[in-house]
């Protein structure tokens, strides 16, 4: 760029510029920390982002979960919860906004997503039976084993390769699909759990198309199909921008059509409904309903609900709708974009295309030296916390956890360190500011050492495990 002529951030990628569909009525003022400070607080943590206390945090990537900002008419729905232990108005409002948008006619609440997950596995799972599924997610496999399932990956093998250009990272290989109800029988499959997109894989969307043939192929089988709807909305997108025959579609009715192919959701609302708390899980069946209403008051609460204050049903009824809005979608997935094509362009491996919710560094092209038992994802988000107080998350071998069989760390094929963007909260010269940090942590990427894990819990490991540096490789 000439200094004389400045040009706009559109011009310098070529295109027109887009701005945010919101303007900022309150903000919450963050400070800048020192790197003494943001060592010592990383020592006390185990150098695990999970354990740092957010006001030593600068900018927060950790998680799109929860930390969304909400709009000034959810603000305002939220005085209007009806705090009534029973018969809410304000679950009505709920279930209304969710049976609209998601199409399915029987809602229950829950807290947040694993509580929706628990539930549906408690209820449909039955001992031994396999669960196919576009990659596994963390709490969403353990609440399928915790139920005497066992999770199997379906997803298409461009979903392990961080470089794959493939625009449906996310779909299921049918192949594979077909080869697990072969070998086990249909009555074997507990059912089809699909995501879209797919948190692990780099938030990647699937097809309508795939969606399509999965339903026709579990059609003649009987098994049934259940979506975590959680980036639903993000997945509808990516296929407005990139499936033939949709791009006049709205996200809106793309959100619609993908429901129409499955027998029930659950969804995590802290994600793609702009709210800090919440879930539901909503079904087409009437039995199945009445078990899971039955089961929600055992450990959520009442079914009108399920965990939730009234007012936090209020701002997800508002916030489901505003979800599915073309041009909130737009400047969500956009600003994403923007962060990583600034990465690309410096020669920072990440996984690609870039998806939905977040930016995935690829630690094995990153830190090529780091054997993935000395912790390169966890190592990278440590290292990015301390060069600027940026906290990311790992999201490799201390996610994938051991396996319950062997007892084996589980090396997943992916090792990243996520840097998740929250929706509507940071604006383009924090992305920069990211940018600029995650380039000065690969400037220096030969000179860093992997971690040692010192503590490990059973559960999740990688919430709360402790970590010191290695000296030596
Ligand atoms: C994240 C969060 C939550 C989540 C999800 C998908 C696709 C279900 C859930 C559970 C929070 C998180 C959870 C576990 C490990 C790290 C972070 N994802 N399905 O940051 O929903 O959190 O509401 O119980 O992404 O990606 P909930």
Redesign the pocket.
Known sequence: MSREHPETMGQQFGRRSWAEPWKIKMVEPITTTDRQTRERALSEAGFNTFLLRSEDVYIDLL???GTNAMSDRQWSAMLLGDEAYAGSSSFYRFESAIRETYGYPRVVPTH????A?HLLSQTVIKEGQIVPGNMY????RLHQELAGGVFADVIIDEAHDPSSQHPFKGNIDLDKLEALIERHGAEGIAYVSL?GTV?MAGGQPYSVANAKALRELCDRHGIQIYL?A??LAENAYLIQEREPGYADKSVAEIVRELCSYTDGAWM?A??DALVNIG?WIAVNDEDLFDSLRNLVVVYEGLHTYGGMAGRDMEAVAVGTREAVSDDHQHQRVMQVRYLGTLLQRWGVPIVEPIGGHAIFLDATRFYPHIPQDHFPAQTLAAELYAESGVRG?ERGNVSAGRDPETGEHRYPALELTRL?IPRRVYTQAHMDVVAEAVKAVHDRRTATRGLRMVYEPHY?R??QARFERREEA
């Open positions: 998680t799109d979960s947040q997503g694993r509580g997950e997610f963390t709490t969403t995501a948190n975590d959680t980036r995590s802290k994600k879930g998350m998740a999740l990688f919430f």
